[in-house]
């Protein structure tokens, strides 16, 4: 095979790779660009050659010229992991390793991107569903002890309320009897659901706008809730009553953040692809609910699905727990991604093929 030939041969390898492969010589100036990497970049590899290209694709502190300066001194390779690059007017999320390679006497440096956005959300709906089993567990357990015993002192304190003969003296009991009840209340709350969804088609897009009349009845007149619908989704199977109680336990959330003024988005688009847990669905609707209050804390992101867990004083913090406990009756998974002015909460929910055979092309209205 002559060099020529090999040559292209190895090209043909390179671009039916799924991570971007960079060559740089030893003045840093990029020589070869595979396939992936122009679609990963959004640029040309025939436009971008002979520059110096890694000032373009990465900040500073994300990888340095004198770090790729050290990899082709001293031979050694560099990998570095989970760095979110944004100059190219998108955001993603990438490993990065760095080669030394000589090509003949030449010195250069071989750069292989792999993006990992995608397993680093799979991996975080995994963890999320297994925090919302352990969470399930415990609960089961804690509500069996608490139970028993509150059933026993409402029991008493009614046969007490009845053989004490002054009105004053009642009260008290009648305080016990309404905070074991309260408790109670409490309790079946942190075990809901407790009801396997009821199924039916529906249009998810009627669930929707359930959910943003019941909101904007209590909205102050300062919140803006905007609607941003994909009119093209077909209707989906799903307990209605369930759905509505799930997105209105998060959009009441976004309400709360963003207080007295601020806008709330409800947008509805379909993903291809997604995995949830273990299942991997070739069509989910994915529902956003947007909103520009103060964000969550950071401590607090990881933690906020459990119950109890609530960055209000005067919050149960059941809400957003009964959510992701409905939603995964329906198979599907809440997500949450914050900054200071942008939460989202993020819910998919697979379209099963036996859905899309018994509903082709069943759009959803506004």
Do not use: W
Not at 108 to 129: C, T, W, Y
């Amino acid at each position: 095979m002559s060099d020529r030939r090999s040559i292209s041969f190895y090209r043909q390898i390179l671009d039916h790779l799924s991570d971007a492969v960079l060559l740089f010589d030893d003045a840093l100036r990029l020589r070869y660009m595979n396939s992936a990497g122009e679609m990963m970049f959004g640029l040309s590899s025939r436009q971008v050659q002979d520059t110096k290209l890694l000032n373009v694709l990465f900040a500073e502190d994300q990888l340095s010229e004198a770090e790729f300066r050290h990899v082709v001194d001293s031979g050694i390779s560099l990998t570095k992991r989970n760095i979110l690059l944004s100059q190219l007017n998108r955001s993603m999320t990438v490993n990065v390793n760095v080669t030394p390679l000589f090509i003949g006497k030449t010195p250069g440096v071989l750069l292989q991107v792999q993006q990992v956005d995608r397993h680093l959300r799979v991996s975080m709906g995994e963890h999320l569903l297994v925090q919302q089993n352990a969470a399930k567990m415990l609960l089961r357990g804690l509500a069996h002890e608490i139970k028993n015993p509150l059933g026993g002192l409402r029991g008493a304190a009614q046969l007490l309320d009845r053989e004490l003969p002054e009105e004053e003296l009642r009260e008290y009991t009648r305080i016990i009897i309404e905070e074991s009840d309260r408790l109670q209340s409490l309790v079946d709350r942190m075990l809901a659901p407790n009801k396997p969804p009821r199924k039916s088609l529906l249009n998810i897009h009627r669930v929707m706008e359930r959910v943003r009349q019941l909101v904007q009845a209590e909205a102050p007149d300062g919140v803006n809730i905007v609607r941003d619908y994909d009119p093209s989704i077909p209707d989906v199977y799903g307990d209605s009553d369930q759905l509505i109680q799930a997105i209105l336990n998060i959009v009441r959330n976004a309400l709360q953040a963003v207080g007295d003024c601020g806008e709330i988005v409800l947008q509805t688009r379909i993903h291809r692809q997604v995995t949830i847990g273990h299942r991997r669905s070739p069509l989910a609707i994915r529902i956003d609910i947007v909103d520009n209050g103060p964000g969550i804390e950071p401590e607090l992101l990881q933690q906020i699905f459990y119950p109890m867990v609530t960055g209000r004083g005067e919050g149960t913090g059941l809400g957003l727990s009964i959510a992701q406990s409905l939603i995964n009756q329906h198979g599907g998974l809440v997500e949450c991604s914050s900054s200071p002015g942008h939460t989202v909460f993020s819910i998919f929910l697979p379209l099963e093929k036996e859905h899309e055979e018994r509903s082709p092309g069943l759009g959803s209205r506004r």
